[in-house]
């Protein structure tokens, strides 16, 4: 375990989590800008990744698991941007973003609940030999 209370692979997860989530954000700024969207889409498209910051930098399991549902969203859009732009690095990239950022975090999700649960045994454990 590392100081952060994070074991192997829960912490490559952690980190590909982060990387993606950065990637996906960024590229959705880029699309925007881009495009010059108004004001209100820029809203549409980084508030929702947003919304999950504090509970992800407070190592919430419970904002991971929406952040995934989320994902979807932004799955279903990214797939339609690619079929309308095949070939577009934006849409590539976006794409590749949240199958990353999906995947990464539901392992995440997974890997660090067995790290708790055996925390907390481990505690148990201690408590019933004093």
């Not at 994070?6 to 959705?28: E, N």
């Not at 419970?62 to 849409?91: D, H, K, M, T």
């Not at 392992?107 to 408590?127: C, K, N, S």
């Amino acid at each position: 375990m590392t100081a952060t209370g994070r074991g192997g692979a829960s912490l490559v997860a952690w980190r590909v989590t982060w990387l993606a989530w950065a990637t996906l954000f960024t590229q959705q700024v880029a699309d925007a800008w881009l495009y010059q969207l108004p004001w209100i889409i820029w809203l549409g498209k980084l508030v929702p990744l947003l919304l999950f910051l504090p509970g992800m930098l407070r190592d919430r399991l419970r904002s991971y698991i929406w952040l995934c549902f989320v994902c979807l969203l932004y799955f279903i859009a990214q797939v339609e941007r690619l079929f309308a732009l095949p070939g577009n690095a934006l849409a590539i990239t976006g794409t590749v973003a949240v199958v990353a950022l999906f995947i990464a975090a539901m392992l995440y999700v997974r890997w660090r609940a067995r790290e708790l649960r055996a925390d907390i045994a481990a505690q148990q454990g201690q408590e019933n030999e004093s």
